[in-house]
């Protein structure tokens, strides 16, 4: 058990925070520290110049091998990265969810001939995709999903009908990966297929969703007779659900880091304050400031155990605990910032609805303890998989 | 970065399980929290004399086994997993003081009486509350024959058995962090009279240790004489260390225990442990076992990093007040969720979660509770120094 990293691994730390110092300057000046949770609307066309600047200098998708264009970058290594572009206050990446998620399931599962056609584009920063995951009837119970697919004889094409919804980013994205019931008699996990879906065609709506900060991250995402070619689908029919968690085993939170020094540039924000308008002084409050620098430093010790785990994919219980421990920490963060600016926390920045940092950190945290498992299912998750308690009884559908 | 651990430590983690499996059963425990140590001297004998132990921190040219602080924080777990009451963490915070500011000397000397089997603890304070150097009352005045000793501890660890204790004293008419000395004093030294006190948690031995005029020599004083409130501060910090690796080890075996009875108990015709209210509660109780082993493992990692100089004080006290925080508050939740989830049995004397609950409440008043360390991180943070 060691804390430091190694000289090598030093030495590319060195290398990323060069490299960003060199580059994220100049036109790139003013994304620097933008595009996070929250703020995901702002500099997007910026955001996206940025990507190729990223994938010019060979630092997009770094964790994949290097037969399609990564590095093969080491766990390590990849968390250090993270952590130099966070701290050199790179933006928030709009081509996360092809590296991260479309990226990693193609390799894992993809035919040879997807995988020529998908991951140049990711790798190059120039084509964006979304996750077209959630319904409004799936949410928690996200296998209770209504979109249709069809295969269409006529057309050659899969046809797929229906909604999604909370799907970040659907209005900048060329593509979509959408899990769609192949087998209409089907219920539940069964009877998915996995497709990869063109956003800019005839069959594809979308509508933004004005959300309680006046941004609008999330979009619904409608599906009207919209067509993806006969080899999109990602395995066979039926495989869908299969594909869709087939890597979270696999997570090994490489960007926690990296989010982690986003929060605490947020929490020195809220010490400065609290320094300077005398909330400090109040012992409840420093109470809680300690209690939100001790919970940040544990979730950093999280992740590395995390990290230092084994590479089975088995579930370890530090990985279980992470959504609700790091959710709640900072949901508490932003509920602290608002108690540390007393009234002035009231005080918009500007007409019709311009929020300051920590009043977008206050109201977004709210959508942290919701998005990607709510609380109440991920403390079913850690009694059931963790302690090994009996499963929630399902209802008759 | 590697935070997990390698083989030969994991070898040594499972030999613990199986060593404490035999002398600290819980029905051994119960039977020697009655006695008049408060623990069972034939197994610490069968802990020093088969297990060696008390040698991981000492070093391979005192004889000893040349081992870290992770080795034996993660030995420390097992036994507070097993509620196990010996003298071993008192033993092992004076070693580790002797690591750091022992003379050549006084390390060949004491460490070898402690590899023989004798027991050690720490005496600090009389007045509750005031773990530091300020709150050190004793005085160490200056004759003829050498410094006297006089003053009365409290809250001392096994201080009625413990063969060696390492004292805090000051000159007379010094205060806060001036004048404060540490002073090795033999048990059986003249002028040293020890109690035992009845003690709420039966299974953690505290004792009264009054000094009256005891002597002591140049070679029983650990660094430097009237300069030692920063050793004292440190060496608080690795006591509070030390307690929260025995405080996660109760906490895991609290929600173990707690998991165990839900599984069995059937109420409405289904067992207990299906209840969402039950499992959510479960489900926070594991969040706090896991987040306290994170930091009670990187705290491990800072005394190593300390003992060998690479961090200095003010890491070891943000660690050590981060960990001490956490790790407290962490226990006392899930030992008191533990005896809501048991029903009424939980407040029965026949079931170990009272034992743990107790052990939960004693640990974290035992060298400042959350509130007190989170207000030292508070200073800390608002001062820049965390």
Sequence with gaps: MKLSFSAEDEQFRNEVAEWMANNLCGEFEPIRFRGGPGDEHSFVEERKAWEQKLAEGGWTAIGWPKEFGGRGASIEQQVIFNEEYARAGGPGRVGHIGETLTGPTLIAFGSEAQKAKYLPGIRAGKELWCQGYSEPSAGSDLANVKTKAHFDDAQGKWVLNGQKVWTSLAHESEFCFVIARTDPASKGQKGLGFFLVKMDQPGVTIRPIPQLTGTSEFNEVFFDDAVCDADDIVGEPGDGWKVAMGLLGFERGVSTLGQQMLFQSELDEVVRIAKRNGAADDPAIRQRLADAHIGLRIMRYNSMRMMSGGEDGSLQKEAMIYKLYWSSWHRNLGKLAMDVLGPEAELLEGEPYELNRLQSLFLFTRADTIYGGTNQIQRNLIAERALGMPREPRGAN | ?386
């Excluded at chain 2, 027991?119 to 530091?132: E, G, K, L, M, N």
């Design chain 2, 1 to 386: 970065m590697e935070f997990s651990f390698t083989d030969e430590q994991t070898m040594i983690f499972d030999t613990a399980e199986a060593f404490l499996g035999e002398v600290a059963e819980v029905a051994s425990i119960r039977k020697s929290m009655e006695t008049n140590t408060g623990y069972d001297p034939s197994a610490w004998d069968r802990l020093c004399q088969e297990m060696y132990w008390q040698a991981i921190l000492i070093p391979e040219d005192n004889d000893g086994l040349g081992l870290g602080a992770v080795e034996l924080v993660g030995i420390l777990e097992r036994m507070g997993k097993k509620l196990y009451n010996g003298p071993f963490a008192s033993s092992a915070a004076v070693t580790l003081a002797l690591a750091k500011w022992g003379s050549g000397d006084q390390k060949s000397t004491y460490f070898a009486r402690l590899m023989a089997g004798e027991s050690a603890t720490i005496a600090v304070i009389d007045q509750a509350r005031a773990w530091s150097a300020e709150g050190v009352s004793a005085q160490a005045v200056q004759t003829d024959e050498g410094l006297r000793i006089s003053g009365k501890y409290r809250f001392v660890q096994h201080g009625h058995t413990a063969n060696l204790i390492l004292v805090a004293a000051r000159a007379p008419g010094s205060s806060g962090q001036d004048g404060v000395g540490l002073f090795l004093i033999d048990a059986d030294a003249e002028g040293v009279i020890r109690k035992r006190v009845p003690t709420m948690d039966q299974t953690r031995p505290l004792a009264e240790v009054q000094l009256e005029s005891v002597l002591v020599q140049p070679e029983q004083c650990l660094g430097c004489v009237g300069n030692s409130a920063p050793a004292l501060a440190q060496l608080l910090d690795i006591q509070a260390i030390l307690v929260t690796a025995e405080q996660l080890g109760g906490a895991q075996a609290s929600l173990d225990m707690t998991v165990d009875y839900l599984q069995e108990r059937v109420q409405f015709g289904r067992t207990i442990a299906s209840f969402q209210a039950v499992k959510h509660k479960c489900a926070d109780m594991m969040l706090k076992v896991e987040a306290s082993r994170s930091i009670v493992y990187y705290a491990a990692c800072v005394i190593d990093e300390w003992l060998s100089d690479r961090y200095d004080a003010n890491q070891l006290a943000e660690a050590a007040s981060m960990a001490k925080a956490y790790s407290s508050d962490a226990f006392f939740f899930v030992a008191g969720c533990g005896i809501q989830l048991f029903g009424g049995v939980g407040i029965t004397e026949e079931y170990d979660i009272q034992l743990y609950f107790k052990r939960a409440k004693a640990t974290e008043t035992f060298l400042g509770g959350g509130a007190a360390h989170r207000e030292r991180v508070a200073q800390m943070l608002l001062a820049g120094e965390c």
